[in-house]
């Protein structure tokens, strides 16, 4: 019974930054609930980007974005976020966003999923 919604994605050149966001609606309480982003490019596997625990205290990054990307939530608005700092072209893909039980850094463990919202980062 969970929605969520991702904007914030675009064109940026490289060395750009974007705030991505995904805000909850139904389900339980949000605050709940880890969160996690991931990506996908074409042709590829979907891959762990970011999760954050319930209550924010505990994130972790792949290896590929650590020192890049920040995850944060605002439980009072139903809302994580991505922020991707020093984009490179091969940060390109499709952000989504995901809800679970746990914060993990595979995909199966997350129950509900966004559509995503594209990035696109030129060179």
């Known amino acids: 019974q969970v929605q969520l919604v991702e904007s914030g994605g675009g064109l940026v050149q490289a060395g750009g930054s974007l705030r991505l966001s995904c805000e909850a609606s139904g389900g339980r309480t949000f605050s709940t609930y880890a969160m996690g982003w991931f990506r996908q490019a074409p042709g590829k596997d979907r891959e762990f980007v970011a999760t954050?625990?319930?209550?924010?205290?505990?994130?972790y990054y792949a290896a590929s974005v650590k020192g890049r990307f920040t995850i944060s939530r605002d439980n009072a608005k139903n809302t994580v976020y991505l922020q991707t700092n020093s984009l490179k072209p091969e940060d390109t893909a499709v952000y989504s966003c995901a809800a679970g039980f746990v914060a993990a850094m595979v995909s199966h463990l997350y129950t509900y999923w966004g559509q995503g919202t594209q990035v696109t980062v030129s060179s």
């Open positions: 954050i625990s319930p209550s924010g205290s505990n994130t």
